[in-house]
């Protein structure tokens, strides 16, 4: 059965850098929809398909959200034809999205909890010279969510206040997509 690996956790844990790290390693992900204007650097189909608010409005949305007067979502193609292409694929997702994709794929979906404390999360804020109103109400509102408690309900947890190679080995590990080296044949204890 092909699975979606759905990357759950508070902001600032590390699921966008983990996501793009896995889709480099040749990982397939869920691109979300968006009506912001692309930055430079970004690529469409891979950062996100970028579109008028027209063709949003006409795409069929397993959730959204608008921020900034812009949208994002993720569209209900894109989620079957990615799980229908790919034994394995990922998407960072919130909450609300997981249960979408819940109730869309049943058992095709499991999530993976990328675990950090409060006090890292607030540290990577700061590091990103996030305003200290901002990241008080970004962690508020992940507290308020639960989003640092989610660990309980998840199929999986990764903890990523280490290297993040081995939160990615990691996560290879739990999609089966790493294996252990088998010990040699010829190798005499
Ligand atoms: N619910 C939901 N949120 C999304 C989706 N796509 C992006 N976001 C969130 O929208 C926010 C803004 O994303 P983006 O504009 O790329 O961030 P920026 O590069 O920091 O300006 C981030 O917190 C994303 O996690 C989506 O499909 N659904
Ligand atoms: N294992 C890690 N160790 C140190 N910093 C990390 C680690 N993983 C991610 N980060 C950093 O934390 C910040 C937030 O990561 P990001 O991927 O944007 O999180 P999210 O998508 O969950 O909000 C980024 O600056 C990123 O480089």
Do not use: C
Not at 52 to 77: A, M, P
Not at 136 to 149: I, L, M, N, S, W
């Amino acid at each position: 059965m092909n699975k979606v690996y759905a990357i759950i956790g508070p902001p600032a844990s590390g699921k966008t850098s983990l996501v793009k790290e896995l889709s480099k390693q040749g990982v397939p992900v869920m691109v979300s929809h968006t009506t912001r204007p692309k930055k430079q650097h970004e690529v469409h189909g891979a950062d996100y398909y970028f579109v008028s608010k027209e063709e949003f409005g006409q795409l069929q949305l397993i959730e959204k959200v608008t921020r900034d007067n812009n949208f994002y979502g993720l569209s209900k193609d894109e989620v079957l034809r990615k799980v229908n292409q790919h034994p394995v694929s990922i998407v960072d997702i919130d909450l609300v999205g997981l249960e979408q994709l819940k109730k869309l794929l049943g058992g095709r979906v499991e999530s993976i909890f990328v675990l950090v404390d409060k006090n890292t999360v607030i540290q990577r804020l700061v590091t990103q010279n996030a305003k200290l109103e901002d990241i008080q109400r970004q962690v508020e509102q992940a507290a308020g969510k639960g989003e640092f408690d989610n660990w309980q309900t998840a199929d999986y947890v990764v903890k990523n206040t280490g290297a993040m190679d081995a939160s990615v080995r990691q996560m290879q590990a739990i999609m089966g997509l790493l294996w252990a080296e088998p010990a040699s044949a010829t190798e005499t204890v």
